[in-house]
Structure formats: C-alpha cells, structure tokens
T-cell receptor, first 113, second 114 residues
Framework: AQSVTQPDIHITVSEGASLELRCNYSYGATPYLFWYVQSPGQGLQLLLK????DTLVQGIKGFEAEFKRSQSSFNLRKPSVHWSDAAEYFC???????????WGAGTKLIIKP | KAGVTQTPRYLIKTRGQQVTLSCSPISGHRSVSWYQQTPGQGLQFLFE???????NKGNFPGRFSGRQFSNSRSEMNVSTLELGDSALYLC?????????????FGEGSRLTVL
C-alpha cells in the first residue's frame, strides 16, 4: 500500500541552526508532493509543493525541499531556523490513482533558544 | 479573500449526543475535505465533497456523515458520540482543481466528549 513516512516524531534544533525534516514515500510513479505546517492551535498551511520540473522547490517562510526520485524522498530544509518555526510539519502526497492525499504522521519541531 | 471558516471553534458534548460542525470554504472553491486530528492517530481523512457529491471517503464508521450545499458550504455530523471522538476536526477547501492536493485549511473545531 502507498504510504508516507516521516521518521522523526520530534526534532530539536537551536535557533539559527539549519534544519532538515525527512519524508519518504512508497509509490511507483512520481506523485504530487507537499509540505504543510501547523502552528499550535491552528489549521495547516501549505509551505511548498512539487508537481514536476526543477526538483528543488522554494516555499514560504524561507523553506525549500528537494525531490529525489532515486530515494523516493522529499526532504524539507531551512538554512537558519527562527523561534517562530516551532510547529508541526506534515509531508503529504497525492497519488494520481484516486487523487487522495496521503499524509505522514508529522514531525514536531522544537526550537532551543 | 476570506479563508476557510469553521464553526464552532470549541465545543463540549457528552457521550451519546450528536454534533454538527460547519465549514465555509474559500469563495469559489468547490471541494471540501474533512479530517480528524488526534495526538494518537494523527491526521485522518474523513471524506471529501465536490459539487455536493461525496467523492472520497475515509475509513470511519457510519456515525460520521457529511454533506455539501449548493454554495459549497459543508457540514459534518457525528452521531452517538464516543469518548474517542474527542479531536480537532479540520476542514479544508480546494480551488481550481481538486486534484492537485493543494488544500486551504480552517483553524478547526475542537470537540471534547465527556
């Protein structure tokens, strides 16, 4: 069955440090790929998306993600995190078989001052 | 442009009662999806409506139902509430094409079942 894996439930980084959140999917073809962020007490907001073309995509709030077909990965990165980045991050894919979003379990980002 | 609006934001019910949650999508959006979010189970897809028709359904019991009106507003209903139904219920709307997966979420309705 198709699935999305975010192997890290929690990640703690110091403010100003770089960040990489991992996302892997299992699917034969290239899906549509997304990263969403959920701040405490809020709904989810789209950070960035990949449909096709350049495998390095830029998003809002200084985030970027790189699609690597050979690794079935779509990792999220930010060169320098801010305390306001503390939130939960969700990776999701849309499979063209039924156009339904498959969600990862989320990674909670904690920022150390 | 107004975002997705969910009402009520918070509510408390007791076991056995029923609840109706409302979602007003972004103007012009025709697709509305509902999700249940809990600490233990994460984000779970309930159902999706497009032009008043249920297009996809998740793996939830029949106590969970929904509908969409001609103005794209959607409601979901949970009957015979159980303690395990306590969760944040998120609504999301989708615009130009529902098939891209780009969703716009409301802030959610937090349901507590006592």
């Amino acid at each position: 069955a198709q699935s999305v894996t975010q192997p890290d439930i929690h990640i703690t980084v110091s403010e100003g440090a770089s960040l990489e959140l991992r996302c892997n999917y299992s699917y034969g073809a290239t899906p549509y790929l997304f990263w969403y962020v959920q701040s405490p007490g809020q709904g989810l907001q789209l950070l960035l998306k990949y449909f096709s073309g350049d495998t390095l995509v830029q998003g809002i709030k200084g985030f970027e993600a790189e699609f690597k077909r050979s690794q079935s990965s779509f990792n999220l990165r930010k060169p320098s995190v801010h305390w306001s980045d503390a939130a939960e991050y969700f990776c999701a894919v849309v499979l063209d078989s039924n156009y339904q979003l498959i969600w990862g379990a989320g990674t909670k980002l904690i920022i150390k001052p | 442009k107004a975002g997705v609006t969910q009402t009520p934001r918070y509510l408390i019910k007791t076991r056995g009662q029923q609840v109706t949650l409302s979602c007003s999508p972004i103007s012009g959006h025709r697709s509305v999806s509902w999700y249940q979010q809990t600490p233990g189970q994460g984000l779970q897809f309930l159902f999706e409506y497009f032009s008043e028709t249920q297009r996809n359904k998740g793996n939830f019991p029949g106590r969970f139902s929904g509908r969409q009106f001609s103005n794209s507003r959607s409601e979901m209903n949970v009957s015979t509430l159980e303690l395990g139904d306590s969760a944040l219920y998120l609504c999301a709307s989708s615009g130009r094409t529902v098939d891209t997966g780009e969703l716009f979420f409301g802030e959610g309705s937090r349901l507590t079942v006592l």
